[in-house]
T-cell receptor
């Protein structure tokens, strides 16, 4: 079984400050981990992924995430937030051992960046 | 260049009147998904096609059905829409095979209103 938790419904930061959106996961095997962003009335958009290799992965729009196996976490970060980063963010996990094509999504975190 | 296309973007139907939502992709991905999303909640997987194999989620109502006539197209049929079926319906695709990276590509969604 696979699951993912996003402990914060909302994250508020000031423009120019660093941001972190938290995600923890649970899988029986090794994980594939993903972050997606959703703007109002749009579909989800892929940001970045961890498959294997370096624990720090870089993605679109200056976002990065750090895979921490011991803490089973994959937090999304950005050094300097922009107002345009305000959106709904979803973390997702996929157990490498499964081949059914399914990922499990977290409940989402609304990021608000204030000018 | 749109990669996952959903039509229509907005659909209004009457209570109990069958409706079909369509999705097409230009990515030649082997997996296609249908999600239901309500009010900025996590997308809820309804079913997915892994190649030609149909995979229904256990809690997907019988009222929802799907067809995938070829690699590029997938349809969501709602046989008798109820008020509770009003939602955003998201189609997504992924390449799921050895050496793939498995991220999903989402269409813009179809917002269904039931009157």
């Amino acid at each position: 079984a696979q699951s993912v938790a996003q402990p914060e419904d909302q994250v508020n930061v000031a423009e120019g400050n660093p941001l972190t959106v938290k995600c923890t996961y649970s899988v029986s095997g090794n994980p594939y981990l993903f972050w997606y962003v959703q703007y109002p009335n749009r579909g989800l958009q892929f940001l970045l992924k961890y498959i294997t290799g370096d624990n720090l992965v870089k993605g679109s729009y200056g976002f990065e995430a750090e895979f921490n196996k011991s803490q089973t976490s994959f937090h999304l970060k950005k050094p300097s937030a922009l107002v345009s980063d305000s959106a709904l963010y979803f973390c997702a996990v996929r157990d490498i051992g499964t081949n059914a094509g399914k990922s499990t999504f977290g409940d989402g975190t609304t990021l608000t960046v204030k000018p | 260049d749109a990669m996952v296309i959903q039509n229509p973007r907005y659909q209004v139907t009457q209570f109990g009147k069958p409706v079909t939502l369509s999705c097409s992709q230009t990515l030649n991905h082997n997996v296609m998904y249908w999600y239901q999303q309500k009010s900025s909640q996590a997308p809820k997987l309804l079913f997915h096609y892994y190649d030609k194999d149909f995979n229904n989620e256990a809690d997907t109502p019988d009222n929802f059905q799907s067809r995938r006539p070829n690699t590029s197209f997938c349809f969501l049929d709602i046989r008798s829409p109820g008020l509770g079926d009003a939602a955003m319906y998201l189609c997504a695709t992924s390449r799921d095979s050895l050496g793939s990276s498995y991220e999903q590509y989402f269409g813009p969604g179809t917002r269904l209103t039931v009157t």
